[in-house]
């Protein structure tokens, strides 16, 4: 255990928030992800929901300046009677530690696709639906 840091935050976790670079992407995904066939490292925080994941890793390290939107979700897939509710707490989260960052929606596949280029995924117990979400980091200054 450290000072100052979420215990959200095992040391898997955080020795790939060390590694991690400016403009490299991590996934938090919820328990409907497929993070194991997806991800080129995986971190398993299955206990856990995104909002307190996303939390913690955001009180660590900075979302990126240099791009329009930080923030990627998956959007809903046309015909699915969803209203991810979940994605209102992403953006409290966001504000409160950020400020005011753009989220992009993206289609599902294409999710996906840029998931499996991500540094990490971590996959969450999360059950909201849609709950998944890219982030972007930043420089630390």
Wanted: net charge negative.
């Amino acid at each position: 255990m450290l000072k100052g840091i979420s215990p959200v935050i095992s040391p898997e976790l955080i020795k790939i928030l060390m590694e991690m670079g400016h403009g490299d992407e991590i996934c938090i995904g919820d328990g409907n992800f497929p993070a194991a066939s997806i991800a080129q490292r995986l971190v398993r925080l299955d206990g856990h929901g995104v909002t307190e994941v996303l939390d913690a890793i955001l009180a660590l390290f900075p979302l990126d300046t240099y791009v329009e939107a930080p923030v990627a979700l998956m959007e809903v897939v046309p015909g699915d009677n969803v209203v991810p509710v979940i994605w209102d707490e992403y953006k409290e989260v966001i504000a409160r530690r950020e400020g005011d960052k753009k989220i992009e929606n993206i289609e599902r596949f294409a999710f996906y696709e840029r998931a499996k280029k991500c540094y990490a995924v971590v996959a969450t117990g999360e059950s909201a639906l849609y709950a998944n979400i890219i982030l972007k980091k930043g420089v630390v200054k």
